[in-house]
């Protein structure tokens, strides 16, 4: 078996991995679109034999997670590649393209598959493991052929609310690893020790939530399902209910988790003109108790929100979002801050710190250590054995 980092050596996203067998049957992980691209288009599809037009010898890709930065050049694939994911990422994908969301669609072959159940694809024989992370129904993989194993350790932490996933992979680790290709997202931040948890940014949201005399505001994702999460618990101890867009509420019913909040709890409702149904409520009910609310912020509510008296120095304003996408929402954190609006961070990564990294590293104990998803593939040199580098398009052998 050889593989290749096709993107993604050296740049986080955009992430593209060609696994080839000794049959020269191939495999690809991942075909996400980098993060500094200004547009998604064809010309920056990795340099991969039968993308555009399927040839016999590539038997599929498996996508890791719904993030673009994993899946969102497969917009420009032959609709007959077969293209591997998880049940839930596929709807979450399928939701986010009826809602037209930017950089949505869904891919035209697909095959899914369940965590930790092996399946064979040519010489390939594919094990997912769902794992850790900001996206949910995310998945590495262990990928065997020709007596070879590569495990691909996809986006992962240890400090969200899946925790238990990572634990029990460490506990019982896929043995005889021969390569390990490891994300390094949190390589060269700032903050180098331990992330904060899920159930550590609770409590902060809990407290911020309880001092607001007013309406909350939160700006975060509306695929980040353990924040969300997180924000309803915090709602719940306070007294308050969650206010989401009819998208966001779509995206929570597809998953098809009863645990997960959703219209029909009480305390979780949909921002609409008119309140015709039980689980919808408008802005002139909030505005009479905005201090019994909650109400995530999407590009729709903004919309709907931004002539309203209720933007007041009263409204505290949560951004809960990777610090880098500011720029994005700068629209929005101008207006709050000229309305007089208290502005706060609560925020954790969405991926591994430094030492869970170690602790997976040496629990998987591989034979070479392989840096992606990364801007410091050399910094692995210093924190893990067995390292060995590989440049985009430099096919080795396992
Ligand atoms: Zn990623
Ligand atoms: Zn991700």
New binding site residues.
Partial sequence: MKACIRRGSNQIGGSAVEIIADNQQRLIIDIGLPLDAEENTADLLPQIKGLKEKSSDLLGILIS?A?Q??YALGLHIDKHIPVYMGRISAKILEVSAQHNLPQAFCFKNIMTFNNQQSFQVGAFKITPYLTD???YD?YSFLIEADGKRLFYSG?FRAHGRKSKLFESLIKNPPQDIDILLLEGSCLGRKQSGKYETETALEAKFLNTLKCSKGLCLVQTSSQNIDRIVTIYRACKKSNRSLVISGYTGHILQCLGNSKIPNFTWSDVKKLSVKAAKKHEITIKTIEKEPEKYTILLCGYIFKMLKESPILNPKTTFIYSMWEGYKEEYQEKLNLMKDKGIKMIDIHTS?HADIPSLKRFASALNPKHLVPIHTFYPQEFKELFDNVVIYKDNQIFAI
Avoid: I, L, M, T
């Fill in positions: 997670h993030h930065d994993h992370h900001s996206a995310s986006d969405g």
